[in-house]
């Protein structure tokens, strides 16, 4: 974990540093489940980072469900209204990116684009509140902002990713996505004596053509991450400068806000993006 | 900010929310937004449908009046010409009147003069005879001059 935040006092290096830190829970290697001894473990589980993701994807679906089971034609609620917005602006950007028929990438994107969202919003409630509040329960580390956690946004463009490979499969035929990783950028001649060069070209191409494959959510999540994690770092160094954060904080909350929306925003564009790529036939 | 199982939590969750948005959340509010979307395009072309109407009537209605001003007009001459006509009618009718009661009149005036020439002249008559008695009352016996009496009187 990021030891390494903050070279000031020993105290303001351990605040940071308990910040940072995920409440983990795994297996030790006696077979025993512990608490937050999980360092290098892989089969450890942030449960912050999984409970405040569930908690906030189900206050999605919650929100949205209670709108379409009530969703009148008549008179719509100011309530319905707003989520209807929030719909509609989704609905627009997909048909806009998005030429196919799917039923999926839609409703992908909404979930995608309000789950984010209210996930990057927990950045900006005040540092300390929730934290301490467990703290006083009992629960040592509470890192709230998922996806200041780099394995909820890599979870999350890991599903993008394997539906990439499904939806090229699915537009292109079976062997589509092996074509596509080997005949292209160089297209490779098979007539005459070129056919030599060939193999060359296509494991060329093949290298090529994975690294861009998997750099698109590799980039997907680390670019949500990187921007959340570094406004979550600099709330906390605010936080650390006492009573004279408070215009700094409501300064960078300001600002932050503007970032929690647009990294949502990109992280769905891009979603549809990929997706409405990966479904094209040339 | 170790990998660690977390992320295969993260992708379960995420399945499970996409898969429940596209099954209970998307289709309801959409078709929700299309149909709202629908009427409003109903009521939209309603309302020019019904604008249209009420240009049709307007122009109805403008005809309407302006042919009832016509008529009005019309109207309105031929009350004139007949009031015009009824003047005329009565001026003739005052001239005839006038003249005829003027020719009545001068009937009249001749017949009384007439007969107070008759009347005069007999008094007259009367009188030269009476004074012409006691003239030749003396002389002449009035019987046997009656003949030149009478032609005078005639002559008066």
Request: proline share 3%.
């Amino acid at each position: 974990m990021a030891a390494e935040g903050g070279h000031g006092p020993k105290t303001s290096g351990e605040y940071i540093t308990h910040h940072l830190q995920n409440l983990q829970v795994c297996k030790n290697e006696t077979g025993d489940w512990v608490w937050n001894q999980c360092a290098g473990n892989m089969g450890a589980i942030n449960v912050d980072s999984m409970f405040w993701s569930v908690f906030l994807g189900v206050t999605f679906c919650f929100l949205f469900w209670r709108v379409a089971r009530k969703s009148s034609t008549e008179k719509p609620t100011k309530f319905q209204a707003a989520m209807e917005i929030i719909v509609e602006m989704v609905d627009a950007s997909v048909k806009d990116t998005f030429h196919g028929t799917s039923r999926l990438i839609a409703p992908l994107a909404l979930t995608v684009f309000v789950w984010v969202f209210l996930m990057n919003l927990m950045d900006l409630i005040p540092v300390d509140w929730i934290p301490m509040a467990s703290a006083a329960i009992g629960i040592e580390y509470m890192k709230v902002v998922p996806t200041t956690d780099v394995n909820v946004t890599f979870g999350m463009s890991i599903a993008v990713f394997i539906l990439i490979l499904i939806y090229t499969h699915m537009a292109k035929g079976p062997f589509a996505l092996v074509k596509d990783l080997m005949l292209h950028p160089i297209v490779p001649s098979f007539k005459g004596p070129a056919i030599i060069a060939a193999p060359f070209i296509m494991a060329f191409n093949l290298v090529l053509e994975v690294v861009a494959l998997v750099a698109k959510p590799i980039s997907l999540s680390l670019r949500l991450f990187g921007n959340m994690f570094a406004g979550e770092l600099i709330f906390i160094l605010i936080a650390l400068i006492g009573w004279f954060q408070l215009p700094l904080h409501f300064g960078w909350a300001v600002f932050h806000v503007l970032i929690v929306t647009l990294q949502a925003f990109i992280f769905m564009m891009l979603t549809i993006v990929y997706l409405s790529l990966a479904s094209e036939t040339h | 900010m170790d990998i660690n199982a977390t992320l295969f939590g993260q992708t379960i969750a995420m399945v499970v929310f996409v898969w429940f948005c596209m099954k209970y959340i998307w289709p309801p509010i959409l078709s929700a937004l299309e149909e709202r979307q629908q009427q409003i395009e109903e009521g939209l072309a309603a309302a020019d449908k019904s604008q249209e109407a009420l240009v049709a009537a307007e122009a109805q209605a403008d005809e309407i009046i302006s042919e009832a001003r016509q008529q009005a007009t019309g109207i309105l001459d031929q009350a004139h010409s007949r009031a015009n006509e009824i003047v005329a009618e009565g001026k003739d009718a005052g001239v005839k009147e006038r003249e005829r009661q003027l020719t009545a009149a001068m009937a009249e005036i001749e017949q009384e003069t007439n007969k107070a020439r008759e009347e005069l002249r007999g008094q007259v008559s009367a009188i030269a005879i009476a004074s012409a008695e006691k003239i030749l009352k003396r002389e002449i016996d009035g019987t046997t001059h009656e003949d030149i009496l009478g032609k005078l009187a005639q002559e008066i």
